[in-house]
Protein backbone atom coordinates (compact mmCIF):
# COMPACT_ATOMS: atom_id res chain seq x y z
CA UNK A 1 0.00 0.00 0.00
CA UNK A 2 0.86 3.74 -0.89
CA UNK A 3 2.38 5.63 1.94
CA UNK A 4 -0.28 8.00 3.32
CA UNK A 5 1.39 11.33 3.02
CA UNK A 6 1.93 10.43 -0.68
CA UNK A 7 -1.98 9.48 -1.39
CA UNK A 8 -2.31 13.23 0.17
CA UNK A 9 0.10 14.39 -1.73
CA UNK A 10 -1.84 12.52 -5.40
CA UNK A 11 -5.26 13.60 -4.15
CA UNK A 12 -4.33 17.25 -3.97
CA UNK A 13 -2.73 17.26 -7.19
CA UNK A 14 -5.58 15.39 -8.15
CA UNK A 15 -7.73 18.15 -6.76
CA UNK A 16 -6.00 20.87 -8.49
CA UNK A 17 -6.02 18.92 -11.93
CA UNK A 18 -9.99 18.90 -11.38
CA UNK A 19 -10.31 22.54 -10.45
CA UNK A 20 -8.47 23.48 -13.67
CA UNK A 21 -10.48 21.19 -15.93
CA UNK A 22 -14.14 22.29 -14.50
CA UNK A 23 -12.98 25.95 -14.85
CA UNK A 24 -12.10 25.07 -18.88
CA UNK A 25 -15.07 23.42 -19.27
CA UNK A 26 -16.92 26.50 -18.18
CA UNK A 27 -15.21 28.70 -20.00
CA UNK A 28 -15.73 26.53 -23.14
CA UNK A 29 -19.62 26.29 -22.39
CA UNK A 30 -19.74 29.99 -22.26
CA UNK A 31 -17.84 30.55 -25.88
CA UNK A 32 -20.08 27.55 -27.36
CA UNK A 33 -23.08 29.59 -26.27
CA UNK A 34 -21.30 32.78 -28.53
CA UNK A 35 -20.69 30.61 -31.08
CA UNK A 36 -23.78 29.17 -31.53
CA UNK A 37 -24.97 32.94 -31.46
CA UNK A 38 -22.70 33.62 -33.71
CA UNK A 39 -24.39 30.90 -36.25
CA UNK A 40 -27.91 31.60 -35.84
CA UNK A 41 -27.27 35.03 -36.52
CA UNK A 42 -25.25 34.61 -40.22
CA UNK A 43 -27.61 31.52 -41.07
CA UNK A 44 -30.31 33.49 -42.60
CA UNK A 45 -28.13 35.83 -44.57
CA UNK A 46 -26.20 33.06 -45.87
CA UNK A 47 -29.24 30.63 -46.87
CA UNK A 48 -30.66 33.39 -48.39
CA UNK A 49 -27.83 33.80 -50.53
CA UNK A 50 -27.37 30.70 -51.62
CA UNK A 51 -31.07 29.93 -52.12
CA UNK A 52 -30.93 32.86 -54.49
CA UNK A 53 -27.90 31.53 -56.51
CA UNK A 54 -29.45 28.10 -56.46
CA UNK A 55 -32.69 30.10 -57.99
CA UNK A 56 -31.00 31.76 -60.82
CA UNK A 57 -29.40 28.95 -61.69
CA UNK A 58 -32.41 26.78 -61.96
CA UNK A 59 -34.41 29.06 -64.36
CA UNK A 60 -31.86 31.03 -66.56
CA UNK A 61 -29.45 29.67 -69.08
CA UNK A 62 -25.96 29.20 -68.45
CA UNK A 63 -24.02 31.28 -66.42
CA UNK A 64 -21.10 32.83 -67.82
CA UNK A 65 -18.90 33.74 -64.93
CA UNK A 66 -15.24 32.88 -63.87
CA UNK A 67 -16.34 31.76 -60.69
CA UNK A 68 -18.60 29.27 -61.88
CA UNK A 69 -16.27 27.33 -64.73
CA UNK A 70 -15.07 24.66 -64.30
CA UNK A 71 -11.45 24.10 -66.27
CA UNK A 72 -10.59 20.81 -68.25
CA UNK A 73 -7.54 19.14 -67.78
CA UNK A 74 -5.82 17.03 -70.57
CA UNK A 75 -2.95 14.32 -70.06
CA UNK A 76 0.11 15.94 -68.75
CA UNK A 77 -1.47 19.54 -67.38
CA UNK A 78 -1.82 20.08 -63.82
CA UNK A 79 -4.47 20.63 -61.40
CA UNK A 80 -3.75 23.93 -59.06
CA UNK A 81 -5.99 23.21 -55.55
CA UNK A 82 -6.07 25.14 -52.44
CA UNK A 83 -7.22 24.04 -49.36
CA UNK A 84 -8.31 25.94 -46.93
CA UNK A 85 -8.25 24.38 -43.20
CA UNK A 86 -9.92 25.30 -40.37
CA UNK A 87 -8.57 24.06 -37.16
CA UNK A 88 -8.46 25.10 -34.15
CA UNK A 89 -5.56 27.68 -31.68
CA UNK A 90 -5.56 25.72 -28.73
CA UNK A 91 -5.05 22.48 -27.29
CA UNK A 92 -7.13 20.46 -24.97
CA UNK A 93 -10.18 19.83 -27.26
CA UNK A 94 -9.50 15.79 -27.35
CA UNK A 95 -8.78 14.81 -31.05
CA UNK A 96 -10.11 17.75 -32.78
CA UNK A 97 -7.42 19.23 -34.43
CA UNK A 98 -5.46 15.84 -34.89
CA UNK A 99 -8.77 14.64 -36.96
CA UNK A 100 -8.56 18.06 -38.94
CA UNK A 101 -4.92 16.79 -39.56
CA UNK A 102 -6.52 13.29 -40.87
CA UNK A 103 -9.26 14.89 -42.79
CA UNK A 104 -6.69 16.81 -45.05
CA UNK A 105 -4.18 14.20 -45.27
CA UNK A 106 -6.61 12.22 -46.65
CA UNK A 107 -8.22 14.43 -49.04
CA UNK A 108 -4.80 15.71 -50.49
CA UNK A 109 -4.59 11.90 -51.14
CA UNK A 110 -7.39 10.91 -52.36
CA UNK A 111 -7.56 14.02 -55.09
CA UNK A 112 -3.60 13.24 -55.88
CA UNK A 113 -4.36 9.50 -56.40
CA UNK A 114 -7.56 10.81 -58.51
CA UNK A 115 -5.24 12.54 -60.96
CA UNK A 116 -2.65 10.57 -61.38
CA UNK A 117 -5.16 8.12 -62.48
CA UNK A 118 -6.11 10.37 -65.13
CA UNK A 119 -2.78 11.35 -66.12
CA UNK A 120 -2.27 14.60 -64.49
CA UNK A 121 -0.67 16.39 -61.82
CA UNK A 122 -1.09 17.92 -58.55
CA UNK A 123 0.19 20.81 -57.24
CA UNK A 124 -1.61 21.86 -54.14
CA UNK A 125 -1.42 23.99 -51.33
CA UNK A 126 -2.46 24.28 -47.64
CA UNK A 127 -3.62 27.45 -46.22
CA UNK A 128 -4.75 26.49 -42.18
CA UNK A 129 -6.68 28.90 -39.69
CA UNK A 130 -5.17 27.74 -36.55
CA UNK A 131 -1.46 27.44 -35.01
CA UNK A 132 -2.18 23.96 -33.59
CA UNK A 133 -3.20 21.72 -37.10
CA UNK A 134 -0.87 24.28 -39.24
CA UNK A 135 2.73 23.47 -36.98
CA UNK A 136 1.65 18.81 -37.33
CA UNK A 137 1.16 19.98 -41.66
CA UNK A 138 4.31 21.76 -41.58
CA UNK A 139 6.25 19.16 -39.55
CA UNK A 140 4.56 16.08 -41.81
CA UNK A 141 6.23 17.65 -44.67
CA UNK A 142 2.92 19.53 -46.56
CA UNK A 143 3.24 22.22 -48.88
CA UNK A 144 1.60 24.80 -46.35
CA UNK A 145 1.14 28.27 -46.88
CA UNK A 146 3.16 29.42 -44.60
CA UNK A 147 2.44 33.67 -44.88
CA UNK A 148 -1.39 33.00 -44.20
CA UNK A 149 -2.05 32.97 -40.52
CA UNK A 150 -5.16 33.68 -39.74
CA UNK A 151 -7.11 32.67 -35.96
CA UNK A 152 -10.04 30.61 -35.49
CA UNK A 153 -11.21 32.39 -32.45
CA UNK A 154 -13.82 34.78 -32.26
CA UNK A 155 -14.63 34.67 -36.42
CA UNK A 156 -15.43 38.02 -37.92
CA UNK A 157 -17.10 38.71 -40.96
CA UNK A 158 -14.35 40.82 -41.48
CA UNK A 159 -11.86 38.35 -41.35
CA UNK A 160 -13.76 36.07 -43.46
CA UNK A 161 -13.98 38.66 -46.15
CA UNK A 162 -10.50 39.07 -46.29
CA UNK A 163 -10.23 35.74 -46.56
CA UNK A 164 -12.88 35.72 -49.78
CA UNK A 165 -10.52 38.87 -51.54
CA UNK A 166 -7.66 36.47 -51.15
CA UNK A 167 -9.24 33.64 -52.47
CA UNK A 168 -11.16 35.42 -55.06
CA UNK A 169 -8.04 37.04 -56.28
CA UNK A 170 -5.79 34.31 -56.71
CA UNK A 171 -8.67 32.30 -58.26
CA UNK A 172 -9.07 35.32 -60.60
CA UNK A 173 -4.48 35.50 -60.91
CA UNK A 174 -5.35 31.75 -61.92
CA UNK A 175 -3.32 30.54 -59.19
CA UNK A 176 -5.88 28.03 -58.53
CA UNK A 177 -8.65 26.03 -60.22
CA UNK A 178 -10.33 24.52 -57.61
CA UNK A 179 -10.80 26.14 -53.81
CA UNK A 180 -11.93 23.47 -50.89
CA UNK A 181 -12.68 24.21 -47.43
CA UNK A 182 -12.21 21.49 -44.85
CA UNK A 183 -13.76 22.03 -41.73
CA UNK A 184 -15.91 20.18 -39.06
CA UNK A 185 -20.08 21.01 -38.71
CA UNK A 186 -21.72 20.59 -35.47
CA UNK A 187 -24.80 18.66 -35.75
CA UNK A 188 -25.30 17.94 -32.18
CA UNK A 189 -23.13 18.39 -29.34
CA UNK A 190 -21.76 14.55 -29.67
CA UNK A 191 -21.64 14.51 -33.39
CA UNK A 192 -18.98 16.50 -35.35
CA UNK A 193 -18.97 15.55 -39.04
CA UNK A 194 -16.12 16.59 -41.25
CA UNK A 195 -16.90 18.82 -44.31
CA UNK A 196 -15.27 19.02 -47.79
CA UNK A 197 -16.78 21.65 -49.91
CA UNK A 198 -15.98 22.97 -52.92
CA UNK A 199 -15.53 26.50 -52.74
CA UNK A 200 -14.56 27.61 -56.39
CA UNK A 201 -15.32 26.89 -58.99
CA UNK A 202 -18.87 27.12 -57.37
CA UNK A 203 -20.80 24.27 -57.60
CA UNK A 204 -24.59 25.23 -56.91
CA UNK A 205 -25.57 21.48 -56.77
CA UNK A 206 -23.01 20.91 -54.02
CA UNK A 207 -25.13 23.54 -51.93
CA UNK A 208 -27.89 21.31 -51.32
CA UNK A 209 -25.72 19.58 -48.46
CA UNK A 210 -25.52 22.84 -47.36
CA UNK A 211 -28.91 24.66 -47.29
CA UNK A 212 -32.01 22.58 -45.43
CA UNK A 213 -33.40 19.60 -46.09
CA UNK A 214 -37.05 21.49 -47.08
CA UNK A 215 -35.34 23.65 -49.61
CA UNK A 216 -36.59 21.58 -53.08
CA UNK A 217 -35.95 22.55 -56.60
CA UNK A 218 -38.42 25.62 -56.46
CA UNK A 219 -36.01 27.47 -54.55
CA UNK A 220 -36.79 30.67 -52.09
CA UNK A 221 -40.66 30.09 -51.64
CA UNK A 222 -41.95 30.54 -55.28
CA UNK A 223 -45.27 28.95 -55.89
CA UNK A 224 -45.71 26.55 -58.57
CA UNK A 225 -45.53 28.12 -62.14
CA UNK A 226 -44.63 31.79 -60.54
CA UNK A 227 -41.36 33.52 -62.01
CA UNK A 228 -39.20 35.57 -60.91
CA UNK A 229 -37.44 38.62 -61.97
CA UNK A 230 -33.98 39.97 -61.48
CA UNK A 231 -33.01 43.74 -62.31
CA UNK A 232 -31.38 44.08 -64.55
CA UNK A 233 -30.86 40.67 -65.18
CA UNK A 234 -29.90 37.50 -63.75
CA UNK A 235 -26.51 37.14 -64.56
CA UNK A 236 -25.94 40.50 -62.93
CA UNK A 237 -27.98 39.72 -59.68
CA UNK A 238 -25.68 36.06 -59.64
CA UNK A 239 -22.59 38.18 -60.12
CA UNK A 240 -23.11 40.41 -57.39
CA UNK A 241 -23.93 37.63 -55.14
CA UNK A 242 -20.96 35.29 -55.49
CA UNK A 243 -18.75 37.80 -53.24
CA UNK A 244 -21.47 37.70 -51.20
CA UNK A 245 -21.43 34.01 -51.35
CA UNK A 246 -17.58 33.27 -51.08
CA UNK A 247 -17.60 35.52 -47.87
CA UNK A 248 -20.31 33.90 -46.28
CA UNK A 249 -19.37 30.61 -46.77
CA UNK A 250 -15.46 31.10 -45.45
CA UNK A 251 -17.68 33.11 -42.44
CA UNK A 252 -20.36 30.21 -42.03
CA UNK A 253 -16.87 27.50 -42.33
CA UNK A 254 -15.61 29.52 -39.50
CA UNK A 255 -18.10 29.52 -37.23
CA UNK A 256 -18.71 25.98 -37.62
CA UNK A 257 -15.11 25.12 -37.05
CA UNK A 258 -14.95 27.75 -33.83
CA UNK A 259 -18.34 25.86 -32.57
CA UNK A 260 -16.98 22.33 -33.21
CA UNK A 261 -13.48 23.98 -31.11
CA UNK A 262 -15.47 24.40 -28.21
CA UNK A 263 -17.32 21.79 -28.13
CA UNK A 264 -14.52 19.39 -28.61
CA UNK A 265 -12.78 20.95 -25.70
CA UNK A 266 -16.35 21.47 -23.54
CA UNK A 267 -16.55 17.32 -23.92
CA UNK A 268 -12.68 16.73 -23.18
CA UNK A 269 -13.05 19.16 -20.38
CA UNK A 270 -16.31 17.50 -18.78
CA UNK A 271 -14.79 13.72 -19.44
CA UNK A 272 -11.19 14.96 -17.33
CA UNK A 273 -12.95 16.51 -14.92
CA UNK A 274 -15.36 13.20 -14.44
CA UNK A 275 -11.92 11.20 -13.95
CA UNK A 276 -10.49 13.37 -11.92
CA UNK A 277 -13.61 13.12 -9.21
CA UNK A 278 -13.16 9.39 -10.06
CA UNK A 279 -9.86 9.26 -9.13
CA UNK A 280 -10.23 11.29 -5.97
CA UNK A 281 -12.54 8.41 -4.71
CA UNK A 282 -10.43 5.72 -5.28
CA UNK A 283 -7.43 8.03 -3.50
CA UNK A 284 -9.49 8.73 -0.88
CA UNK A 285 -10.82 5.31 -0.13
CA UNK A 286 -6.63 4.42 -0.05
CA UNK A 287 -5.94 7.08 2.41
CA UNK A 288 -8.57 5.89 4.60
CA UNK A 289 -6.79 2.31 4.26
CA UNK A 290 -3.49 3.93 4.77
CA UNK A 291 -5.01 5.53 7.82
CA UNK A 292 -6.19 2.76 9.73
CA UNK A 293 -3.31 1.05 8.50
CA UNK A 294 -1.09 3.45 10.21
CA UNK A 295 -3.62 3.58 13.39
CA UNK A 296 -3.08 -0.17 13.87
CA UNK A 297 0.64 0.22 13.39
CA UNK A 298 0.83 2.49 16.02
CA UNK A 299 -1.38 0.84 18.92
CA UNK A 300 0.39 -2.69 18.04
CA UNK A 301 3.83 -0.49 18.59
CA UNK A 302 1.72 0.99 21.56
CA UNK A 303 0.33 -2.63 23.28
CA UNK A 304 3.92 -3.99 22.33
CA UNK A 305 5.73 -1.36 24.23
CA UNK A 306 3.46 -1.82 27.46
CA UNK A 307 3.50 -5.73 27.21
CA UNK A 308 7.99 -5.18 27.14
CA UNK A 309 7.21 -2.54 30.04
CA UNK A 310 5.04 -4.93 32.12
CA UNK A 311 7.79 -7.80 31.60
CA UNK A 312 10.71 -5.97 32.60
Request: glycine fraction near 4%.
Amino acid sequence: MDNFNDIKKRIKSVNDISQMTNAMQLVSSAKMRRSTALHDAMYPFFRLCAESMQEITNNSEEIDNPFCTLKQKAQGDVWKIACFVLSGDQGLAGAYNNNMVKITEEHVRMKTLENTRKGVSTNYELYVFGKLARDKLIRAGYNVNRDFSFPITEPTFYQARKVGTIIRTKFLNHEFDLVYLIYTEMESSINMVPKVIRLLPVDTRAMSQILPENVNDAGIALNPGAAMSYHPNAVAVFDYLIDSYINAMVYGAMVEAYESEQSARLTAMKNATDNAEEMMKKLELLSNRARQAKITTELTEIINGAQQADNI
